[in-house]
């Protein structure tokens, strides 16, 4: 018997189970897949998900194998630097293997004592009242708490689950690869200056380029290099002398939400849950964010302590998210048609960027750290995620590794009172905020603000359940003190 079944161990999959396992919660993680993949595809980690990697005690790890990258031209892929002072400690774009996020966050998980098993395929499942029963391909049947499907955008759980996939399907059909090249940087930018159509060859590591072109007339599902020279002849007149591939890739513009995050004891996240077109790079950084929405939400439901509507809140905060990358990704895709109508929108959209505040605006959208939750009405902080300050003891993320919530107190009065078992209390005069106290989410969302302890009582109990031990505000022998 175990608590939470995760169908799929790719980014979502595991930094789910790393995140429950912060909670104590006995998880097994189910990959369909013998052994990991063998092709290494470079993909970007955004702001937001460096926050959240610095969080949990990661980054360092992932910093080791990746390369930082400037902050801009995530909008359809429109050459602006980033403006000037984005409001983060991790203003850089991470461009590392996806086989390492996989592996670190998997290591993770496995170190925090998740159970992950390979080959292991999810063909069934029945829900009641106390669990779900998990049938493998091989006839082999589990028993959980709850299931949570990450097993991608052909996901088997969302399909058995009955779960409406509405959206567009896919129009057109793209090739994406990393290959090196065989001519210099000159007459690559010769070739490519004034081609707008879903094309694009971009340097990325020592001679190598990530070559993206349109599939026009190519129906094998998997591409080979043929495949690109013909495709680049097509459109550029040349093949650019690609060979060496790294990767070969195929994928269409499909663009589907699932119409529910849950159904009883069964849920979505990651790709099972959301598809997109890869424009801005915001599928896995979307998928590994619901991972730790999700996380602390269903481990407390697991633990006996979540209030009565919060793991509902799990789809109430990223479906709306989701919406918007969807919309975000349909108008950069329009920004690539050759068609006049969509390249002047996109050279006057390309003149707007010249502003700091659209700049600013596009760029915190594409990496998430504009997201403002519904916490109601509220100072503009509320709701949002808090910037990593300088604390007392050093770094504010350094204090949410363990995945609890914390009190940022800088009055000196206040308490956790009975919750101290589920939120830290750091009192810190010093910090670097102007705002009397934070009452920080284990993702490190802002839940409350201000200075007084009873109302700071009733968001703990919104949040956090009821106080453990009938405690309230000023008992202070009960308090978790990290000062």
């Excluded at 026009?216 to 002849?233: C, K, M, N, W, Y």
């Excluded at 950084?285 to 509902?312: F, H, I, T, Y």
């Excluded at 403002?372 to 509220?378: I, K, L």
């Excluded at 009397?436 to 109990?461: E, F, K, M, N, S």
């Amino acid at each position: 018997m175990f608590d939470v079944i995760i169908a799929g161990c790719g980014p979502t999959g595991a930094m789910l189970a790393a995140e429950l396992r912060l909670h104590d919660v006995r998880v097994l993680v189910l990959e369909k897949e013998t052994e990991p993949v063998s092709f290494v595809r470079i993909v970007g980690l955004h702001i937001r998900s460096l926050e959240l990697m610095a969080m949990r005690g990661l980054l360092e790890r992932l910093l080791e194998h990746g390369r930082r990258r400037p902050a801009g031209a995530f909008f359809a892929a429109i050459d602006k630097p980033a403006p000037p002072d984005v409001d983060s400690a991790h203003a850089y774009l991470l461009g590392i293997p996806q086989p390492v996020i996989v592996r670190v966050l998997e290591e993770h998980a496995i170190h925090l004592g998740a159970q992950i098993r390979r080959g292991a395929t999810v063909a069934g499942f029945e829900q009641d009242d106390e669990g779900v029963t998990v049938e493998l391909a091989d006839g082999e049947r589990l028993r959980a708490r709850y299931l949570v499907g990450c097993d991608g955008g052909r996901s088997i759980v969302r399909k058995l689950l009955g779960v409406g996939f509405p959206g567009e399907p896919s129009r057109t059909e793209t090739l994406m690869g990393e290959l090196e090249v065989g001519v210099p940087p000159e007459e690559i930018a010769a070739k490519v200056t004034g081609i707008h159509q879903s094309f694009s060859i971009q340097p990325f590591g020592e001679k190598v380029y990530r070559v993206v072109v349109p599939a026009v007339g190519l129906s094998a599902e998997a591409p080979t290099i043929d495949d690109f020279r013909q495709a680049l002849h097509a459109i550029a007149g040349t093949d650019f002398g690609v060979h060496s591939p790294r990767w070969l890739s195929r994928f269409g513009d499909a663009t589907r939400l699932a119409d529910r995050y849950r159904v009883g004891r069964v849920l979505l996240a990651g790709d099972a849950a959301h598809i997109h077109p890869p424009a801005g790079g915001q599928g896995l950084n979307l998928g590994v964010q619901d991972a730790v929405n999700l996380g602390w939400k269903l481990a407390a439901q697991v633990r006996g302590w979540a209030p009565e509507s919060l793991l509902d809140t799990y789809q109430t905060e990223r479906h709306p998210v989701a919406e918007e990358v969807l919309d975000n990704t349909r108008a950069q895709v329009a920004l690539s048609s050759p068609e006049p109508g969509a390249r002047a929108l996109r050279r006057l959209l390309t003149e707007l960027m010249d502003f700091d505040e659209v700049n600013r605006y596009l760029l915190e959208k594409i990496t998430a750290i504009g997201i403002r939750y519904d916490f109601g009405d509220g100072p503009d902080l509320l709701g949002r995620r808090l910037r990593d300050v300088d604390v007392a003891q050093g770094r504010l993320y350094d204090l949410l590794r363990h995945g609890r919530g914390l009190l940022l107190d800088r009055t000196g009065r206040l308490t956790t009172g009975g919750w101290s078992d589920r939120v830290e209390h750091l009192a810190d005069p010093t910090a670097a905020l102007d705002v009397p106290g934070v009452l920080l989410r284990p993702d490190g969302h802002v839940a409350w603000i201000g200075d007084d302890q009873q109302d700071l009582d009733d968001h703990l109990t919104h949040w956090f359940g009821e106080s453990a031990s009938g405690a309230v505000g000023g008992f202070d022998d009960v308090v978790q003190d990290l000062a």
